[in-house]
């Protein structure tokens, strides 16, 4: 067996910040979401008494874990594509398809992203809080922002990749 060699100091940067951060993040949401709907069906059905914010609570909690998620799939180019007529091209188109592909990606980030920010500004002038339990919908509408804001970054820290179309 041949021993690789190891990553670049930038590259492990990288890989710390956009796989890392995000997998143990969501990671400890996705655990957070499970124990909080152990705990409500034991209250609800052994003690009578559910938890009246829960439900709520681990919408949130999904929200926040596809978005911080989102990032790592970013950053390793993971998202689907339909590539059955992409592989019969030559190398020449297959970088044009990639950065027609990369720009529109961008511009449909840069958009989700201001439409995100002009949300939270409303919610945060409004005051606008969940109907059950008086959460601030700062919260969980900030989840767009922040997924949003971060893919784009992943993209451009990959652009070379996304232009090629090698991930390694």
Known sequence: MTEQPAPPRRRRIEEFIFLKIPYAVSGTLFLAAALLNVVNIVARYFFGRPIFWAEEALVFIMIWAVFVVVISITYRGGHLSMDLVYNSFGPKMKIAINTAITVTFLGCIAFTSLQSWRVLLLHSHNHSVTAGTDIP?????????FGFVLMGVAVLVRLR???TGKFD
């Open 161 to 163: 990749n996304y232009i």
């Open 137 to 145: 919908l700062v919260i969980p509408h900030s989840a767009v922002f």
